[in-house]
């Protein structure tokens, strides 16, 4: 098991490798000159071909890769265009507010998903199924942006209950982390279902039944554990969704993460914070998913004992 | 030729497996109902002399006779704008998914059929690809190459490649092994004409499936990249530039936002019901 | 009737989908006395295992359901019972193999723990008894306990089929019900597996309902058998006499596709035709489009049981003199 861990984090290093040469790649696409940015429209060719080289812009592209990477590892990501402090501070400082809306996102998503789920599966073809299933479907559906100013709209405006902005308290949360949230519980709400009413139907279940347990344990041990590892793997790439939404998420509720940080840089240019800011939550994802990874091989001895 | 009829008749299985499901068929008569007013917008509201045309005199103005659906923060009539931002979201999402399913297609194909290294090598790419959320990867494209239409359907569809290449590669391991395919090989079939005339027809009806969600995902990743100020430039009516536009006027003029939020849920949910009831009638044993 | 321990009457099971209904079992009588091991013969679909899930009260619902009928253990009958009087019945007083160990088990329980599930449930015993009991069970049908912490999938297709007869008998159950307990289990290991079902049948005094197509499992195990056929009972017989003197054509007809070592013939005999469609089933006899001996009365009219010895009943027009049956070999 200590193997597998250690193959996979190894792993992990050719992925990063990898995601860094994309994105490093598509942002040295951006056209106009860094160093004319840096510098502001007054600058003069002879200044700007100064800074480009000090900067090591006018190299070929595998070297400034190369420079990049070679940086990175030391936790050197440039400085930011506009503010001139390092990058990687300025990322590491928003980290923690995306961290604790994702989780908290994650969180309802997980406590609401899956006994939706149980729920909807054990109840097949009643009404309560139906509901729940229409309602994870319109879940699904829609767009996370146009949910949060739909919540401000009912829950800021017209009640006055919540703030609208800002992260100050824990009440500042509420609404950024249902927003975010709703589309992953819909989803896991959908896979939990779906893989219960195929885990009902194995044989192991009927051998359970045969045996005398009680419906409720059944369900409960016997199926439900068979049943979340598929899930496990939906909760793991979901992640990645709720990273990628939390960036609309920040930016409708303005909320001091590292994907309102990624936009405000794109729209001041601010290559550098751009890059930091995608390579960053990469990372993150990377790490959750091994994570889930890890956690699969607890739930599912078989995978288990493939590994040691 | 028995192959052509085993095939004619696997459609025709399906169709009927999907034609029973009401909520297939209800997701497929919206998307119908939604196609037909982007291909007669026009028709429908002048995109020149109504969907475009500012007046600011009735700005704002909330759902009334002569604007159904009211006005936006430029006095421009939010139907009109919605039936043509029907025809920019549909476009964007088919096309995006059309992108990534050519690419994609291709590059699962080719790491399935060879196998080996080259499989190694593409699919491991894929994984790093995926280790981007792909609204990040879009969103990076897109600020780099410069916000337009096209730029925008190449974000889209770059940022969903692996998901294709996925799953043309299982289906192409599926199939590649079946009897049909030695056959092929074994009368001296080249490979571009196994993979042509016999692979790709066999991994059709899954790539339907993921094409038909994955247009959904597409339109809401053009709508939130539009959201953010990166998508389609002022004035082209898109749902998610509108929604953008009309957010300064949340508290005034809450239809702004409403309207084209509801028109992009709509989209997606009758999406979502026609791509499950794919799925469903694809993989019979689900149902039931 | 004082032995008298399990008695099903006029039994009906259906399964109700958009397709149409599907009528699994139409009118079964059974009887089984404690101790003994009935065989149920049939081809697959004649409606074995809804019979046996239906003792048990675990057929699917929906799309299946108890029509009408009895089963009545130890003068109680099961379908009037509520679900909760009916949970402690099972793995208790009645338990039941299936057919399929592979997928019997659950993969992510140890074996241990889903022996001592049982136990635990029905006994009354603490965690630790039970995990001590489903050891020595373990032991019983020949695995070491010392792999009660392993999971399934360390188990070969034998040796899961061993845990699950471990767990069918760990509260000495007063009947078994074993759904074709070996046909997924490779020919070798079939007769091992077999023997240790009859000699812990006998140790437990367990009765037993033995499914099976293979009339060889029958004659080696069974004290009576019923064949079934299209969800109907045909004949109903004690082993001797079923094995001496079949009497309905579909009997006789199962005999026939068997490979005889005694007899040199030139090639086996099948059934001709099949199964017929349980949502729509012929009219009058069941059997009849496929019976050599059939006539015009046959599609019209609805065999009864008819006694032809001691404790051998047939279901077949020919018997009760409606028909001639001009050329059954009757001895």
Request: charged residues 20%; hydrophobic residues 45%.
């Amino acid at each position: 098991m200590h193997k597998y861990v250690l193959k996979r984090l190894l792993l992990l290093i050719p992925v990063m490798l990898g995601v860094t040469f994309i994105v490093f790649g598509i942002m040295h696409l951006t056209p106009g000159s860094p160093a004319r940015l840096k510098l502001g429209e007054k600058a003069t060719p002879e200044q700007i071909a100064a800074l480009e080289h000090e900067m090591g812009l006018d190299k070929p592209f595998i070297i400034q890769y190369g420079n990049f990477v070679k940086n990175g590892l030391k936790g050197d990501f440039g400085r930011s265009y506009l503010s001139n402090k390092p990058v990687f501070e300025e990322v590491l400082d928003r980290f923690p507010a995306t961290l604790k809306l994702a989780v908290a996102a994650m969180t309802i998503a997980v406590v609401i998903g899956i006994p939706a789920g149980i729920i909807s599966a054990t109840k097949q073809y009643t009404l309560v199924d139906s509901v729940t299933m229409v309602l994870a479907l319109i879940g699904v559906s829609m767009p996370v942006f146009w949910l949060g100013l739909m919540l401000i709209l009912i829950f800021s405006v017209n009640l006055g209950w919540l703030p609208s902005s800002g992260a100050s308290t824990w009440m500042h949360l509420i609404l950024p982390s249902i927003t975010l949230g709703l589309s992953s519980t819909a989803i896991i709400t959908r896979m939990t279902r779906s893989s219960m009413l195929e885990v009902i139907r194995q044989d192991y279940i009927r051998t359970a039944r045969a045996k005398g347990v009680p419906e409720r344990k059944v369900i409960n041990k016997h199926a439900l554990r068979n049943a979340l590892i598929p899930v496990v793997t939906v909760i793991g790439l979901q992640f990645g969704s709720l990273l990628g939404g939390a960036v609309l998420t920040e930016s409708v509720f303005s909320w001091p993460g590292v994907g309102k940080l990624m936009i405000d840089s794109i729209k001041k240019q601010d290559i550098p914070v751009v890059m930091a800011s995608i390579i960053f939550i990469a990372i993150t994802f990377s790490i959750v998913n091994l994570a889930v990874d890890i956690l699969y091989a607890f739930i599912d001895p078989r995978i288990k004992s493939q590994y040691q | 030729m028995v192959e052509k009829i085993k095939k004619k008749s696997q459609w025709r299985e399906m169709w009927d497996r999907l034609k029973v499901n009401k909520m297939a068929m209800l997701g497929l008569g919206i998307l119908v109902i939604l196609i037909l007013l982007a291909v007669f917008a026009e028709q429908i509201a002048s995109y020149e002399d109504v969907a475009i045309k500012m007046d600011t005199s009735i700005r704002l103005q909330g759902p009334s006779k002569e604007h159904i659906l009211g006005t936006d923060e430029f006095g421009r009539d939010m139907f009109a704008r919605i039936v043509h931002g029907a025809r920019v979201s549909l476009k964007v999402g088919i096309i995006a998914v059309g992108i990534a399913i050519i690419i994609g297609g291709t590059l699962g194909a080719v790491a399935g059929f060879y196998g080996g290294t080259l499989d190694n090598v593409i699919m491991r790419t894929m994984d790093v690809f995926l280790a981007i959320p792909s609204i990040l990867l879009a969103i990076a494209i897109v600020s780099s190459l410069g916000s337009s239409m096209l730029n925008l359907m190449l974000a889209v569809g770059i940022s969903s490649i692996p998901n294709y290449a996925r799953i043309v590669r299982a289906s192409v391991i599926s199939v590649k092994d079946e009897e049909f395919v030695e056959a092929a090989r074994a009368i001296g079939a080249r490979d571009n004409r196994i993979i042509l005339k016999h692979i790709i027809p066999n991994s059709i009806a899954p790539v339907i499936v993921q094409a038909t969600l994955g247009v959904a995902g597409a339109i809401l990743s053009t709508a939130g990249l539009s959201f953010i100020g990166l998508g389609i430039a002022q004035p082209q009516p898109e749902w998610g530039a509108m929604l953008s536009g009309g957010r300064a006027f949340l508290v005034q003029a809450p239809h702004v936002v409403a309207f084209p939020g509801i028109a992009i849920m709509i989209t997606i949910l009758s999406l979502n019901l026609l791509g499950d009831g794919l799925r469903d009638a694809l993989d019979p044993r689900l149902r039931q | 009737m004082s032995n008298e321990f399990l008695s099903i009457e006029d039994l009906h099971i259906h399964y109700i989908t958009q397709e149409g209904t599907v009528k699994a079992v139409n009118g079964i009588d059974l009887k089984l006395n404690k101790g003994e091991t009935l065989g149920l013969v049939g081809e697959t679909g004649a409606g074995k295992t809804t019979t046996a899930l239906g003792i048990l009260r675990l057929i699917p619902n929906p799309p299946g359901k108890i029509m009408d009928g009895k089963i009545i253990l130890e003068g109680r009958n099961l379908l009037e019972l509520s679900e909760e009087e009916m949970r402690k019945i099972r793995g208790k007083k009645v338990s039941m193999i299936f057919q399929d160990p592979m997928t019997s088990l659950n993969p992510v329980m140890t074996v241990g723990e889903q022996i001592a599930e049982v136990i635990e449930i029905h006994e009354d015993v603490n965690k630790e008894e039970a995990k001590e009991k489903a050891k020595e069970m373990l032991e019983l049908v020949g695995i070491s306990g010392g792999r009660a912490g392993d999971y399934p999938h360390q188990f070969s297709g034998g040796m899961k089929q061993r845990v699950v007869i471990a767990i069918a008998l760990a509260c000495s159950p007063e009947l078994l019900i074993a759904d074709e307990p070996t046909t997924a289990l490779d020919v070798t290991i079939q007769a091992q597996v077999l023997d240790l079902m009859q000699g812990l049948k006998k140790e437990f005094n367990t009765a037993m309902i033995l499914i099976t197509h293979d009339l060889g499992v029958v004659a080696e195990a069974c004290d009576k058998v019923a064949i079934i056929y299209a969800g109907e009972i045909v004949e109903y017989a004690d082993i001797e006499s079923l094995f001496a003197s079949p009497k309905h054509p579909y009997t006789q007809g199962l005999f026939a596709s068997i490979p005889s070592l005694d007899e040199d013939v030139e090639r086996l005999n099948p059934i001709k035709g099949l199964m017929p469609e349980p949502t729509d089933l012929p009219s009058g006899c069941r059997f009849h489009p496929r019976c050599p001996y059939a006539e015009a009365k046959c599609s019209e009219m609805d065999p009864k049981s008819v006694e032809v010895g001691a404790e051998h009943r047939v279901k077949c027009l020919i018997y009760s003199g409606e028909v001639s049956g001009k050329g059954i070999e009757n001895e």
